[in-house]
T-cell receptor
């Protein structure tokens, strides 16, 4: 089945620094990647939709200059959290659609100290 | 946009009992309704899905029903086991398997007591 590999699984960074999260589709081409954020005991909130070769579409309330998304190829999409603050600490997870439906990455636990 | 409501937020059952989780959606254009199981710190795992041209789908102990007229769909788990304990999310999309976004319900924490 379709597999999405997400790295890193956990990251701790200092306030003010930037963190990059990668999602790769391993055995299929992901023309669209969805990026979600999940707070503890909460649902998945869509942050943005990235399409290969074009600008990402951000959901209302999501700062596009803070959460930079790049989808330069059909197999790689990245989310960069810029100038991270403690309130950015969360579980970030990507998802791509394929013939098998929606496939999720394993998630990244970001802790900003 | 789409709005998905999910109930209950928590559900506790005895092993062997059945569990039912219900969701409603607002967008009549939605036609793909997956259910995900998520264990703590892990990715959501698809457990069953249904498309709008079908009213019911079953896979062993898990079944999903869909009422398009009323815009609601439900997950039924029979003969529950402790390993069924997890958070379950329903979702809706205008078209599953393509590039349309999923809108998730708020989740149901299911606890199966031995």
């Amino acid at each position: 089945g379709a597999v999405v590999s997400q790295h890193p699984s956990r990251v701790i960074c200092k306030s003010g620094t930037s963190v990059k999260i990668e999602c790769r589709s391993l055995d299929f081409q992901a023309t669209t990647m969805f990026w979600y954020r999940q707070f503890p005991k909460k649902s998945l909130m869509l942050m943005a939709t990235s399409n290969e070769g074009s600008k990402a579409t951000y959901e209302q309330g999501v700062e596009k200059d803070k959460f930079l998304i790049n989808h330069a190829s059909l197999t790689l999409s990245t989310l960069t959290v810029t100038s991270a603050h403690p309130e950015d600490s969360s579980f970030y997870i990507c998802s791509a659609s394929s013939s098998s439906g929606y496939t999720f990455g394993s998630g990244t636990r970001l802790t900003v100290v | 946009g789409e709005n998905v409501e999910q109930h209950p937020s928590t559900l506790s059952v005895q092993e062997g009992d059945s569990a039912v989780i219900k969701c409603t959606y607002s967008d009549s254009a939605s036609n793909y309704f997956p259910w995900y199981k998520q264990e703590l710190g892990k990715r959501p795992q698809l457990i069953i899905d249904i498309r709008s041209n079908v009213g019911e789908k079953k896979d062993q102990r898990i079944a999903v029903t869909l009422n398009k007229t009323a815009k609601h769909f439900s997950l039924h788990i029979t003969e529950t086991q402790p390993e069924d304990s997890a958070v379950y999310f329903c979702a809706a999309s205008p078209s599953g398997g393509s590039n349309y976004k999923l809108t998730f319900g708020k989740g149901t924490l299911l606890t199966v007591n031995p």
